[in-house]
C-alpha cells in the first residue's frame, strides 16, 4: 500500500504553498513546523523570513495566515508573541489520517525507502570458548534492533557477527588441550551448549595461567598457533571443535534474547585470513603504511600518546603476525567491494573509538572508502550496577549473560504470576520469558546508545514508569478491551464525530509513527522509538480514564473508540517488534 501522508506533512505543506503566496522569494523555505502545548502545531520559520526581508513578524505571520486555506485539514490559526503560528488541525483530518494508517495493517504508513542502499552492520561480537558476559548484551541488542529498523524501512540489511575465532589464544588452547586431553573429555555425554562452553570456558582461564607461567609452554603454544596458520590438519579439527562448540552457545544465548542469528552471518576473523597478506600488500605499496622497527604502520598526524610520540595503527607486528587492524581493514575490503555495502555500521564500545577511527581513516587513504561509502561506528556506553560502577559480581568477576538473562526472566515470572488471573504455568513461564528479556531489551534501548546506564531489574520489571512491561500491560489492556467488545461491534472510523482532548492527543501522536521509525532508522537511534512508544502508552493510559469505550455515549463512538484502541494496540506491538520486544495477549 502507499505511504500515508501525515498531518505534519499537510500541514507543512499547506504552509509552505501560503508562504510563497505571499513571499515569492520564501519559495523553499522551511516554516519549521513542530508540535507544541499551545495548539496542535507551531510555525516558527517565519521570524528567520521576516529578517532576512526586513519585514515585521508578526505582520508577516498574518499575511501567511491570510492565505491558508482552513476547512479539510486546518481549522484554525493564530499569530501569536513575535510572529509564531499556532495551528489547530480539525477533528475529522486526524481521524481520517488514522484511518488511512489503519487500512495498512503491515506497515501502519510507514514509507519504504525510494532509494534503498546496503548496510553491514557489525554487531554481537562473541569470542569462540569464551563466555559470554554483561559486556555483550548492549551490542547484541542495539544491533539488532537498528537492523530491523533498518530493514524496516526498504535497506538492504546484511549482518556480520565478526566473532573472536582466531590468533595466539587458540595456538595456546589447543596446545593446552593437546597435553591435557581428559580436560574436555564430555563427547559421550548429554552436555548443553551452556555447559560445553563453561568447560571450555575454563580451559582457555587454565590455558592462560600456564601461558603466562611457563615459558617452555608459551613457545609449544606459539609453534601450535603458525601450526594453525599453516593449516595444520589435526591442529585445524581441534580448532574447529572449538568454534563448533562455541557456535551452539552463542545460539542458545542469542535464541535466550529472542533473536534471530542465522549461520551465515557468522564470518569470525578467521573469514578474512586470505586476505590480510594482499591487505598489507596494498597498503604498503600505495605508502599509506610503512615499515617501523619491522612492523607495519600507519602513522597519523594528530594521534599521540602520553609522552607526544605518533601513536599507529600497526597492521602487520614485527614477527610476521597480524593484527586486529589487519583483519578489520581485509573486512572492510570483502564488504565494500564484495558485498557492495554503501554504509558500514560498527556496533561496538565506546572505548574502541580510537581503533576504529584510525582503521576508517586509513581505509580512506587506500581508497577503499570512498565518498559514497560511509563507515559508523555506533559506539555504546557500560553497563554499571546499581552503585554507579561497573556491574560486577560480588566476587568482582564479570557477570555472565546467561545468568543475568535467567535472572531477569524469573523475577518477571514472579510479576506474572502476581498479576495472572487464568494463566497456566505454561503460559506464566512463556509470559515471564517475554516479559523479562523484553525488560532487559528495553532499558537498553530507552537509553541513548553513547550514555552508560544502571542495571536496576527492580526498577526494569515495574509496572510503573518507563518499562517494557508497563507498554506490554498497556498493549495487553486494549487487546482485552478488544476482546470483551460485544458480538457485532467492529472498530470502524468515523470521521464525523468531534474528539475529547484525549483522543485528538492520542490520535495526533498515533500519526506521527512513521516520522519516528524513519528518524530513528536514519540517526540509528532506537531510543527516539523507545521515547515515542512510552509516550503513546502514557496517552493511551489517559484516554482510557478520560473517555469510556465500551459505554461511549453512542454506537458510533464505541466503534470510533475501539478503533482508536485497535490501532493503537497496532502501533504499539509493530513498534516494540522493531525493538525486538514481545507484546503477549495477555499478562
Same mark, same amino acid.
Given at each position: 500500500?502507499a505511504?500515508?501522508?501525515?498531518l505534519?506533512d499537510?500541514?507543512?505543506?499547506?504552509?509552505?504553498?501560503?508562504l *510563497?503566496?505571499?513571499? +515569492?522569494?520564501?519559495?523553499?523555505?522551511? +516554516?519549521l513546523l513542530?508540535r507544541?502545548?499551545r495548539a496542535?502545531?507551531?510555525?516558527?520559520g517565519?521570524?528567520a523570513?521576516?529578517?532576512?526581508?526586513k519585514?515585521?513578524?508578526?505582520?508577516?505571520?498574518?499575511?501567511?495566515?491570510?492565505?491558508?486555506?482552513?476547512?479539510?485539514?486546518i481549522?484554525?490559526?493564530?499569530v501569536?508573541?513575535?510572529?509564531?503560528?499556532?495551528?489547530?488541525v480539525?477533528?475529522g483530518a486526524?481521524?481520517?489520517?488514522?484511518?488511512?494508517?489503519?487500512?495498512?495493517?503491515?506497515r501502519?504508513g510507514? +514509507?519504504?525507502?525510494?532509494?534503498p542502499?546496503t548496510?553491514?552492520?557489525?554487531?554481537?561480537?562473541?569470542?569462540?570458548?569464551k563466555?559470554?558476559?554483561?559486556?555483550?548484551?548492549r551490542?547484541?541488542?542495539i544491533g539488532?534492533?537498528?537492523?530491523?529498523?533498518l530493514?524496516?524501512t526498504?535497506e538492504?540489511?546484511?549482518?556480520?557477527?565478526?566473532?573472536?575465532d582466531?590468533?595466539?589464544q587458540f595456538g595456546?588452547?589447543?596446545?593446552?588441550?593437546d597435553?591435557?586431553p581428559?580436560?574436555?573429555?564430555?563427547?559421550?555425554?548429554?552436555?548443553s551448549g551452556?555447559?560445553?562452553?563453561?568447560?571450555l570456558?575454563?580451559? &582457555?582461564k587454565?590455558a592462560r595461567?600456564?601461558?603466562d607461567?611457563?615459558?617452555?609452554?608459551?613457545?609449544?603454544?606459539r609453534r601450535r598457533?603458525v601450526?594453525l596458520q599453516?593449516?595444520?590438519?589435526?591442529?585445524?579439527a581441534m580448532?574447529?571443535?572449538f568454534v563448533?562448540?562455541?557456535?551452539?552457545?552463542? /545460539?542458545?544465548?542469542?535464541e535466550k534474547?529472542d533473536?534471530?542469528?542465522q549461520?551465515?552471518d557468522?564470518v569470525?576473523e578467521?573469514?578474512?585470513?586470505d586476505?590480510?597478506?594482499? *591487505?598489507?600488500?596494498?597498503?604498503?605499496?600505495?605508502?599509506?603504511?610503512?615499515?617501523?622497527?619491522?612492523?607495519l604502520c600507519?602513522?597519523f598526524?594528530?594521534?599521540?600518546g602520553?609522552d607526544?610520540?605518533?601513536?599507529?595503527?600497526?597492521?602487520q607486528?614485527?614477527?610476521?603476525?597480524f593484527?586486529y587492524?589487519?583483519?578489520?581493514?581485509?573486512?572492510?575490503r570483502?564488504?565494500? /567491494?564484495?558485498?557492495?555495502?554503501?554504509t558500514l555500521?560498527?556496533v561496538?564500545?565506546?572505548?574502541q573509538?580510537l581503533h576504529?577511527?584510525?582503521?576508517f581513516? *586509513?581505509?580512506r587513504?587506500?581508497?577503499w572508502?570512498?565518498?559514497?561509502?560511509k563507515?559508523?561506528?555506533?559506539a555504546?556506553g557500560?553497563?554499571?550496577?546499581?552503585?554507579?560502577?561497573?556491574f560486577?559480581?560480588?566476587?568482582?568477576e564479570?557477570?555472565?549473560?546467561?545468568?543475568l538473562?535467567d535472572?531477569?526472566?524469573e523475577?518477571?515470572?514472579?510479576?506474572v504470576?502476581?498479576?495472572?488471573?487464568d494463566?497456566?504455568e505454561?503460559e506464566?513461564?512463556?509470559?515471564?520469558?517475554?516479559v523479562?528479556?523484553?525488560?532487559?531489551?528495553?532499558?537498553?534501548?530507552s537509553?541513548?546508545?553513547?550514555?552508560? &546506564?544502571k542495571?536496576?531489574?527492580d526498577?526494569?520489571v515495574?509496572?510503573?514508569?518507563d518499562?517494557?512491561v508497563?507498554?506490554? &500491560?498497556?498493549?495487553?489492556?486494549i487487546r482485552?478491551?478488544l476482546?470483551k467488545a460485544p458480538?457485532?461491534?467492529?472498530p470502524a472510523?468515523?470521521?464525523?464525530?468531534?474528539?475529547?482532548?484525549a483522543?485528538r492527543a492520542?490520535?495526533?501522536?498515533?500519526d506521527?509513527?512513521?516520522?519516528?521509525?524513519a528518524?530513528a532508522?536514519r540517526? /540509528?537511534?532506537?531510543?527516539?522509538l523507545?521515547a515515542?512508544?512510552?509516550q503513546l502508552a502514557?496517552?493511551?493510559?489517559?484516554?482510557?480514564?478520560?473517555?469510556p469505550?465500551?459505554k461511549?455515549?453512542?454506537?458510533?463512538?464505541?466503534?470510533?473508540?475501539?478503533?482508536?484502541c485497535?490501532?493503537t494496540a497496532?502501533?504499539?506491538?509493530?513498534g516494540?517488534a522493531?525493538l525486538?520486544?514481545r507484546?503477549?495477549?495477555?499478562?
Amino acid at each position: 500500500m502507499a505511504s500515508v501522508t501525515s498531518l505534519t506533512d499537510s500541514v507543512q505543506q499547506q504552509l509552505a504553498t501560503a508562504l *510563497t503566496a505571499t513571499r +515569492p522569494e520564501a519559495a523553499g523555505a522551511d +516554516p519549521l513546523l513542530r508540535r507544541s502545548d499551545r495548539a496542535d502545531f507551531q510555525a516558527n520559520g517565519i521570524l528567520a523570513l521576516a529578517k532576512k526581508a526586513k519585514a515585521n513578524p508578526r505582520e508577516l505571520a498574518a499575511e501567511v495566515v491570510a492565505h491558508l486555506v482552513t476547512g479539510d485539514v486546518i481549522q484554525d490559526v493564530e499569530v501569536s508573541g513575535p510572529g509564531f503560528l499556532n495551528i489547530t488541525v480539525t477533528d475529522g483530518a486526524i481521524t481520517r489520517n488514522l484511518a488511512a494508517r489503519y487500512a495498512d495493517a503491515e506497515r501502519l504508513g510507514v +514509507p519504504l525507502a525510494e532509494r534503498p542502499g546496503t548496510t553491514v552492520i557489525d554487531y554481537a561480537q562473541p569470542n569462540v570458548a569464551k563466555e559470554m558476559h554483561v559486556g555483550h548484551l548492549r551490542s547484541a541488542v542495539i544491533g539488532d534492533s537498528v537492523a530491523q529498523l533498518l530493514e524496516f524501512t526498504g535497506e538492504n540489511v546484511v549482518r556480520r557477527h565478526h566473532i573472536g575465532d582466531w590468533g595466539t589464544q587458540f595456538g595456546m588452547l589447543i596446545q593446552y588441550l593437546d597435553e591435557h586431553p581428559h580436560e574436555l573429555d564430555h563427547e559421550d555425554a548429554q552436555v548443553s551448549g551452556e555447559e560445553a562452553m563453561s568447560n571450555l570456558d575454563r580451559l &582457555y582461564k587454565a590455558a592462560r595461567k600456564l601461558f603466562d607461567s611457563d615459558e617452555e609452554f608459551k613457545t609449544r603454544a606459539r609453534r601450535r598457533v603458525v601450526d594453525l596458520q599453516a593449516g595444520d590438519p589435526d591442529t585445524l579439527a581441534m580448532w574447529q571443535r572449538f568454534v563448533d562448540e562455541s557456535k551452539i552457545y552463542f /545460539f542458545s544465548v542469542f535464541e535466550k534474547l529472542d533473536m534471530e542469528i542465522q549461520d551465515a552471518d557468522i564470518v569470525g576473523e578467521s573469514g578474512y585470513n586470505d586476505m590480510l597478506t594482499e *591487505t598489507c600488500r596494498l597498503l604498503e605499496e600505495s605508502g599509506v603504511a610503512v615499515r617501523s622497527e619491522g612492523a607495519l604502520c600507519v602513522f597519523f598526524d594528530d594521534i599521540k600518546g602520553p609522552d607526544g610520540k605518533p601513536v599507529p595503527l600497526i597492521v602487520q607486528k614485527s614477527d610476521g603476525g597480524f593484527g586486529y587492524a589487519a583483519t578489520d581493514l581485509s573486512a572492510i575490503r570483502d564488504r565494500v /567491494f564484495h558485498l557492495k555495502a554503501d554504509t558500514l555500521l560498527y556496533v561496538v564500545d565506546a572505548r574502541q573509538a580510537l581503533h576504529f577511527r584510525m582503521v576508517f581513516e *586509513t581505509a580512506r587513504r587506500a581508497g577503499w572508502l570512498s565518498d559514497g561509502v560511509k563507515a559508523v561506528q555506533l559506539a555504546f556506553g557500560t553497563v554499571l550496577g546499581k552503585d554507579g560502577k561497573p556491574f560486577k559480581t560480588r566476587e568482582g568477576e564479570t557477570v555472565r549473560l546467561v545468568d543475568l538473562l535467567d535472572e531477569a526472566i524469573e523475577r518477571a515470572s514472579a510479576v506474572v504470576r502476581e498479576k495472572a488471573q487464568d494463566l497456566s504455568e505454561e503460559e506464566i513461564a512463556e509470559r515471564g520469558a517475554q516479559v523479562g528479556i523484553g525488560a532487559v531489551k528495553y532499558a537498553d534501548l530507552s537509553t541513548s546508545a553513547n550514555r552508560d &546506564y544502571k542495571f536496576d531489574l527492580d526498577q526494569m520489571v515495574s509496572l510503573n514508569g518507563d518499562t517494557s512491561v508497563y507498554l506490554q &500491560y498497556a498493549y495487553a489492556r486494549i487487546r482485552s478491551i478488544l476482546r470483551k467488545a460485544p458480538e457485532g461491534v467492529r472498530p470502524a472510523a468515523r470521521p464525523e464525530l468531534a474528539l475529547h482532548a484525549a483522543e485528538r492527543a492520542l490520535g495526533l501522536h498515533v500519526d506521527a509513527f512513521a516520522e519516528v521509525v524513519a528518524e530513528a532508522a536514519r540517526e /540509528f537511534a532506537p531510543h527516539k522509538l523507545a521515547a515515542y512508544l512510552y509516550q503513546l502508552a502514557s496517552l493511551y493510559t489517559s484516554f482510557y480514564d478520560k473517555c469510556p469505550v465500551l459505554k461511549a455515549e453512542s454506537p458510533e463512538q464505541v466503534a470510533n473508540r475501539l478503533f482508536l484502541c485497535d490501532l493503537t494496540a497496532r502501533t504499539l506491538h509493530r513498534g516494540m517488534a522493531l525493538l525486538g520486544i514481545r507484546t503477549p495477549e495477555r499478562l
